[in-house]
C-alpha cells in the first residue's frame, strides 16, 4: 500500500494517509480508460491473473494501479480485445485515486457523501490528472466518470455515444477546451462491475468497444451529410432528389410534430447513404406561405411512397399525423417497415426506444438531447440512424428468416391497431362508474389507515417518504434494488417486508379490501405495510385500467 503523496494534504478524503492508487498511462498511449477510484486489489497491487473457481481470484503482485481487480480482470480479457486494444498499452485512471474511509478507519469501494466527493474529486484532478497527448480517446466508465469528463447525464441515455462538442468539462481539461477537432473523443460506457448486476447490458457494452477502433480511425461516427430545404431549392432540385429516391431500395420518412394537436411541423426524407443524397426536410409552416411548392413536395411524396418502400421509426405514431396534414393513409403506400417493430422481434427481451437502439446499432452522432434547440439537426439524426437501425434489422432478418415471417405478419395488424386508437374502445359506463368509485373508496381507505398509523399525511406514492419511515423511523431492514443497487420500497421490497410480520399469499392480493386490510392487521399484519399493498393496488387499477376509459 502506497503512501499518499503531500499533495494529498487538505483533502476530506486523507484518511490514515495510505493507500494511494496513482494513474498508470504509459507513453505514446492513444486510449485511456477512466474509471471511478480504486478497489482493494488496487489499492494493494494484487493483480488477478486468473480464477480457481467463482469467488476464488489468483493473484501476483505488482505495483498499485487502476483497473487490476475483478473489474480489471474483465477488462483485459474481453472487452479490451474487442476492442482490439493490447492491455498493456493503454492508459488506466481513475477520478479518485484513493478509497472511502468510515469512522473506525475501514475502507470501503462506496462512494463518498457528494459534498465530499466534490472536493476530493477537485483536489484529486488539480493535484494528478494529465492527459497526454497521444491520448486520442477516452472510455469514461460509469457515471462518475462519465460526469468528470463533462457528459450529460443519466449515463443510460448516452452509453455507447460520443461527447457531443457542445459538452466538455473544465474540470478535467482545464479552464477552457482545445478546439474540439483537437480533443480526444469520449466514449460513454457503463462500468464493467455493473454488469453483475445489471446483465442485459453485457452485450451492448461489447458493442460499446467493438467501436474503439472505428472511432480511432474516424470512420464513427460519420458525418453528417448535407440538409436540401424543400421550401427553398429550386423545382429542379426538388425533382431531381425524388427521381433518385425512386431508385433507391427504401426511403426514410421522420415527423416533427404536436404530440397534443398532431399538427406538422417538419417532415424529413433520407435515402441509404451509397446514394450520396443529402437529406431533405420540408416545414410545413413556411411552407404554407410558398403558393405551390406544398403541392410540388406532396405531389412527389405521394409518388415516391407508392413506388418505394418507406421506413419509419414507429409508424403508428407518424401515421395520424400524415394521415392529417399530408393526406396520406396506410393504402397510399407500396409498403412500410418500422425499425421498432423489427427489434421488437428480433430482440424482445432488450428495450425498443430510439436512443437505446441507436446506442447499439446507430453509426451517426447523437443528436436526441437537441431537442426544441435544433429541429432541423434533431430530425436530420433521426432519420439517418433510422436508416442505421434498419440496415442493421435486414442484416438480422437475413440470418432469421423465421423471424422476418413473424415481423410481416405483425405488420399487416398495424392498419387495424392503428384504426383501433382513432375510433376507441366502447365503454359500458353503468360498470365503469361504479368500478372507479369502489377502487376510489380502497384508496382512501388506505390512504386514512397510513395517516391515522402515522400521525400525519404520509404520500403513499412517495417511495422518498416511505423509505425514510420504513427505514429510518421503524429500523426495518433496508432493502435495495436488485440493478441499480438503490434503496426502494418498491413491491418486491413491500412483500419481503410485510412478510416478517404476517404471512401473506399473492394471489389474493387483487381482492384487497378496506375490510380485509383492518382484518389483517388485527391478526399482526404491520398497518403502514398493510394499508400501502391496499392502496397500490386500487391505485393502480385506477390509473391504469379504469380512468383511461373515461374522459372526466
Given at each position: 500500500m502506497l503512501p499518499k503523496p503531500k499533495a494529498c494534504e487538505g483533502c476530506q478524503m486523507y484518511g490514515d494517509g495510505q493507500g494511494w492508487v496513482p494513474d498508470r498511462i504509459p507513453e505514446g498511449t492513444a486510449v485511456l480508460v477512466i474509471a471511478q477510484n480504486p478497489g482493494e486489489n488496487e489499492e494493494n497491487g494484487r493483480r488477478i491473473v486468473s480464477y480457481d473457481g467463482p469467488g476464488q481470484p489468483v493473484t501476483e503482485p505488482c505495483e498499485p494501479q487502476p483497473l487490476i481487480g475483478p473489474t480489471g480482470y474483465q477488462l483485459d480479457r474481453t472487452f479490451l480485445p474487442l476492442a482490439g486494444l493490447d492491455p498493456s498499452e493503454i492508459g488506466r485512471a481513475n477520478v479518485l485515486r484513493c478509497r472511502l474511509q468510515d469512522e473506525k478507519g475501514e475502507r470501503s469501494n462506496s462512494l463518498p457523501p457528494r459534498e465530499v466527493y466534490q472536493q476530493a474529486e477537485q483536489h484529486c484532478t488539480k493535484a494528478y490528472f494529465r492527459l497526454p497527448e497521444s491520448v486520442k480517446l477516452i472510455v469514461a466508465q460509469g457515471a462518475p466518470a462519465w460526469r468528470f469528463v463533462g457528459g450529460p447525464q443519466p449515463l443510460d441515455l448516452w452509453r455507447g455515444h460520443t461527447l457531443p462538442p457542445e459538452y466538455g468539462s473544465a474540470l478535467a481539461f482545464g479552464a477552457t477546451w482545445a478546439p474540439f477537432a483537437d480533443r480526444p473523443k469520449v466514449l460513454a460506457t457503463v462500468h464493467i462491475a455493473d454488469l453483475r448486476h445489471r446483465p442485459k447490458l453485457d452485450l451492448p457494452t461489447r458493442r460499446d468497444f467493438l467501436k474503439v477502433q472505428s472511432i480511432l480511425d474516424g470512420s464513427w461516427p460519420k458525418?453528417?451529410?448535407?440538409?436540401?430545404?424543400?421550401?427553398?431549392?429550386?423545382?429542379?432540385?426538388?425533382?431531381?432528389?425524388?427521381?433518385?429516391?425512386?431508385?433507391?431500395?427504401?426511403?426514410?420518412?421522420?415527423?416533427?410534430?404536436?404530440?397534443?394537436?398532431?399538427?406538422?411541423?417538419?417532415?424529413?426524407?433520407?435515402?441509404?447513404?451509397?446514394?450520396?443524397?443529402?437529406?431533405?426536410?420540408?416545414?410545413?409552416?413556411?411552407?404554407?406561405?410558398?403558393?405551390?411548392?406544398?403541392?410540388?413536395?406532396?405531389?412527389?411524396?405521394?409518388?415516391?411512397?407508392?413506388?418505394?418502400?418507406?421506413?419509419?421509426?414507429?409508424?403508428?405514431?407518424?401515421?395520424?399525423?400524415?394521415?392529417?396534414?399530408?393526406?396520406?393513409?396506410?393504402?397510399?403506400?407500396?409498403?412500410?417497415?418500422?425499425?421498432?417493430?423489427?427489434?421488437?422481434?428480433?430482440?424482445?427481451?432488450?428495450?425498443?426506444?430510439?436512443?437505446?437502439?441507436?446506442?447499439?446499432?446507430g453509426r451517426y452522432p447523437k443528436v436526441k438531447h437537441l431537442y426544441g434547440v435544433d429541429t432541423d439537426l434533431y430530425n436530420e439524426g433521426d432519420l439517418l440512424d433510422t436508416g442505421s437501425l434498419w440496415e442493421a434489422r435486414l442484416a438480422e432478418f437475413s440470418r432469421d428468416p423465421a423471424s422476418r415471417r413473424v415481423y410481416d405478419t405483425q405488420m399487416r395488424l398495424l392498419p387495424h391497431l392503428d384504426r383501433s386508437m382513432e375510433v376507441g374502445i366502447a365503454v359500458d359506463g353503468d360498470k365503469v362508474l361504479p368500478a372507479i368509485l369502489k377502487y376510489q373508496e380502497r384508496v382512501e381507505a388506505g390512504e386514512a389507515m397510513a395517516h391515522a398509523y402515522c400521525g400525519w399525511p404520509i404520500n403513499l406514492r412517495s417511495d422518498e417518504q416511505l423509505k425514510v419511515w420504513l427505514y429510518e423511523v421503524e429500523g426495518m431492514p433496508v432493502h435495495k434494488h436488485p440493478e441499480t443497487k438503490e434503496v426502494t420500497t418498491n413491491a418486491d421490497a413491500i412483500a419481503a417486508l410485510r412478510g416478517r410480520y404476517l404471512p401473506f399469499d399473492p394471489r389474493e392480493e387483487e381482492n384487497a379490501t378496506a375490510a380485509r386490510t383492518e382484518a389483517r392487521i388485527e391478526q399482526g399484519g404491520h398497518p403502514l405495510l398493510e394499508a400501502q399493498v391496499l392502496h397500490a393496488h386500487a391505485d393502480h387499477v385506477l390509473g391504469h385500467y379504469l380512468l383511461p376509459l373515461v374522459k372526466e
Amino acid at each position: 500500500m502506497l503512501p499518499k503523496p503531500k499533495a494529498c494534504e487538505g483533502c476530506q478524503m486523507y484518511g490514515d494517509g495510505q493507500g494511494w492508487v496513482p494513474d498508470r498511462i504509459p507513453e505514446g498511449t492513444a486510449v485511456l480508460v477512466i474509471a471511478q477510484n480504486p478497489g482493494e486489489n488496487e489499492e494493494n497491487g494484487r493483480r488477478i491473473v486468473s480464477y480457481d473457481g467463482p469467488g476464488q481470484p489468483v493473484t501476483e503482485p505488482c505495483e498499485p494501479q487502476p483497473l487490476i481487480g475483478p473489474t480489471g480482470y474483465q477488462l483485459d480479457r474481453t472487452f479490451l480485445p474487442l476492442a482490439g486494444l493490447d492491455p498493456s498499452e493503454i492508459g488506466r485512471a481513475n477520478v479518485l485515486r484513493c478509497r472511502l474511509q468510515d469512522e473506525k478507519g475501514e475502507r470501503s469501494n462506496s462512494l463518498p457523501p457528494r459534498e465530499v466527493y466534490q472536493q476530493a474529486e477537485q483536489h484529486c484532478t488539480k493535484a494528478y490528472f494529465r492527459l497526454p497527448e497521444s491520448v486520442k480517446l477516452i472510455v469514461a466508465q460509469g457515471a462518475p466518470a462519465w460526469r468528470f469528463v463533462g457528459g450529460p447525464q443519466p449515463l443510460d441515455l448516452w452509453r455507447g455515444h460520443t461527447l457531443p462538442p457542445e459538452y466538455g468539462s473544465a474540470l478535467a481539461f482545464g479552464a477552457t477546451w482545445a478546439p474540439f477537432a483537437d480533443r480526444p473523443k469520449v466514449l460513454a460506457t457503463v462500468h464493467i462491475a455493473d454488469l453483475r448486476h445489471r446483465p442485459k447490458l453485457d452485450l451492448p457494452t461489447r458493442r460499446d468497444f467493438l467501436k474503439v477502433q472505428s472511432i480511432l480511425d474516424g470512420s464513427w461516427p460519420k458525418p453528417f451529410p448535407p440538409r436540401l430545404d424543400a421550401n427553398t431549392c429550386s423545382y429542379e432540385q426538388l425533382a431531381d432528389w425524388f427521381n433518385e429516391a425512386a431508385k433507391a431500395p427504401y426511403m426514410v420518412i421522420d415527423t416533427e410534430y404536436d404530440p397534443d394537436t398532431k399538427a406538422l411541423g417538419l417532415i424529413g426524407l433520407s435515402i441509404p447513404g451509397d446514394y450520396h443524397a443529402p437529406v431533405i426536410q420540408y416545414h410545413w409552416f413556411v411552407g404554407s406561405t410558398q403558393g405551390g411548392r406544398r403541392t410540388d413536395f406532396l405531389y412527389w411524396l405521394r409518388e415516391t411512397v407508392r413506388a418505394v418502400p418507406s421506413v419509419f421509426q414507429n409508424v403508428l405514431a407518424d401515421m395520424p399525423v400524415l394521415r392529417r396534414n399530408c393526406n396520406l393513409d396506410w393504402s397510399d403506400f407500396c409498403r412500410i417497415e418500422d425499425t421498432m417493430q423489427a427489434h421488437a422481434i428480433l430482440w424482445c427481451e432488450m428495450p425498443h426506444s430510439f436512443e437505446f437502439m441507436a446506442s447499439m446499432d446507430g453509426r451517426y452522432p447523437k443528436v436526441k438531447h437537441l431537442y426544441g434547440v435544433d429541429t432541423d439537426l434533431y430530425n436530420e439524426g433521426d432519420l439517418l440512424d433510422t436508416g442505421s437501425l434498419w440496415e442493421a434489422r435486414l442484416a438480422e432478418f437475413s440470418r432469421d428468416p423465421a423471424s422476418r415471417r413473424v415481423y410481416d405478419t405483425q405488420m399487416r395488424l398495424l392498419p387495424h391497431l392503428d384504426r383501433s386508437m382513432e375510433v376507441g374502445i366502447a365503454v359500458d359506463g353503468d360498470k365503469v362508474l361504479p368500478a372507479i368509485l369502489k377502487y376510489q373508496e380502497r384508496v382512501e381507505a388506505g390512504e386514512a389507515m397510513a395517516h391515522a398509523y402515522c400521525g400525519w399525511p404520509i404520500n403513499l406514492r412517495s417511495d422518498e417518504q416511505l423509505k425514510v419511515w420504513l427505514y429510518e423511523v421503524e429500523g426495518m431492514p433496508v432493502h435495495k434494488h436488485p440493478e441499480t443497487k438503490e434503496v426502494t420500497t418498491n413491491a418486491d421490497a413491500i412483500a419481503a417486508l410485510r412478510g416478517r410480520y404476517l404471512p401473506f399469499d399473492p394471489r389474493e392480493e387483487e381482492n384487497a379490501t378496506a375490510a380485509r386490510t383492518e382484518a389483517r392487521i388485527e391478526q399482526g399484519g404491520h398497518p403502514l405495510l398493510e394499508a400501502q399493498v391496499l392502496h397500490a393496488h386500487a391505485d393502480h387499477v385506477l390509473g391504469h385500467y379504469l380512468l383511461p376509459l373515461v374522459k372526466e
